[in-house]
């Protein structure tokens, strides 16, 4: 699989990121639980500078607990702010605030000392997809921010005020110009972050289907019910269209949707929780 994708929003999108930072104290980085290492974006760091930063793994409910806390493990150990959400649920709403204003303690003080109660801003940055505005969602009484299962859905500025003291700027996702990395590329290109328009879908799902079977057997197993898991990634995508009907005008079977349903089968999360990449393993 070949994915050569960095359109021209997207540089303009970290030009507007370069102005907007201004405006915030923080950042919220949000990163999807599955694969936490290819949602960084390494434009991103020149763009935050020295402000704080608190990462989230998000879409935690996709992975299992284990591999959750290993990635936090893993990002507090090279000295990084970390927490994980579902924000599907309200559930880890706290969690996120208290981390927040944590993460702003120096600033909310210094303030405090003047006499003034700092207003704390964050911007909500991240590759498309990993749930940005759902996480702003999650922190609202009401719904407010727009969502959207597709890149690029977040368009221009969004200030949302989760309370009267802070702030939240949803920003649009960002994809990093690297693809020379395609392992980076496919993993991004499964959770979604690339949209799946420019995506070869039969390659993505063969690429796919070589690292499950060599990863995650079992769990193909269990979802074809096949003793025997194929080893071949091709014959594997063929079992997907025997199990499924997948089948073209002429009995031929139909490739290209074989390989949409497979893919769809790991993004509903129908072939278990399976991370695409391991804190220590990768
Ligand atoms: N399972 C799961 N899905 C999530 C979570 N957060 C967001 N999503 C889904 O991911 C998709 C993209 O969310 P969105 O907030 O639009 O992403 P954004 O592009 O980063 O703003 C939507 O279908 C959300 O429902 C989560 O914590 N768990
Ligand atoms: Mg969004």
Known sequence: ???HWFP???TKAIRMM???I???DSVIYVLDARAPLACVNEAFDEVIGSKPRLYVLNKADTVSRDAVIEWVDYFRSRGDKCIYSN???KADAGVIVKNLVELNEEIIERYRQKGVAKVVRAMVIG???TGKSTLINSLLKEKRALTGNKPGVTRGKQWVAI???IELLDSPGVLYPDYRDQTKAMKLALIGSVRDEVVDQYELALDAAAFFIAEYPEALGERYRLDVVPSDPRALIETVAARRGIVARGGEIDYERAAKAFIG???KGYLGKIPLEKAGLR
């Open 163 to 165: 309370d009267p003291y």
């Open 127 to 129: 590759v498309p997809n």
């Open 1 to 3: 699989m070949h994915i």
């Open 8 to 10: 021209g929003h997207m």
């Open 22 to 24: 201004k405006l915030v």
């Open 18 to 20: 370069r102005e907007e």
């Open 87 to 89: 924000s599907v649920s």
């Open 265 to 267: 089968d790991y993004r």
